[in-house]
Nanobody
Framework: QVQLVESGGGMVQAGGSLRLSCTVS????????VEWHRQGPGKQREFVAA???????NYADSVKGRFTVSRDDAKNTVYLQMNSLKSEDTGVYYC?????????WGQGTQVTVSS
């Protein structure tokens, strides 16, 4: 059974930085796709960024140039480096694991950006 554990959330002032981690266990990792999504207060969950095996990345327009997604296959971990944070980045951040039709979600980590 695939398990995902996110960490690194917290409270930060606007303009600050945070780095989130998502550690995956229980399944193939190196050729999987891992995504970050977020859900702000009163909003629907939305895509933030993704990294595939081999390192190809994709970002939502709202975070391009500010967020960087990366992976360390030796640690089965994906990172989301978030810089120049804005109040609208506030929300619960979830990672999602995808591998040949199988998917799993983490429990989420709260990010709060104060203006």
């Amino acid at each position: 059974q695939v398990q995902l554990v996110e960490s690194g959330g917290g409270m930060v002032q606007a303009g600050g930085s945070l780095r989130l981690s998502c550690t995956v266990s229980g399944s193939v990792f190196s050729i999987s796709i891992v995504e970050w999504h977020r859900q702000g207060p009163g909003k629907q969950r939305e895509f933030v960024a993704a990294v595939a095996g081999g390192g190809n990345t994709n970002y939502a327009d709202s975070v391009k140039g500010r967020f960087t997604v990366s992976r360390d296959d030796a640690k089965n971990t994906v990172y989301l480096q978030m810089n120049s944070l804005k109040s609208e980045d506030t929300g619960v951040y979830y990672c999602r694991y995808r591998y040949f039709g199988n998917e799993s979600w983490g429990q989420g980590t709260q990010v709060t950006v104060s203006s």
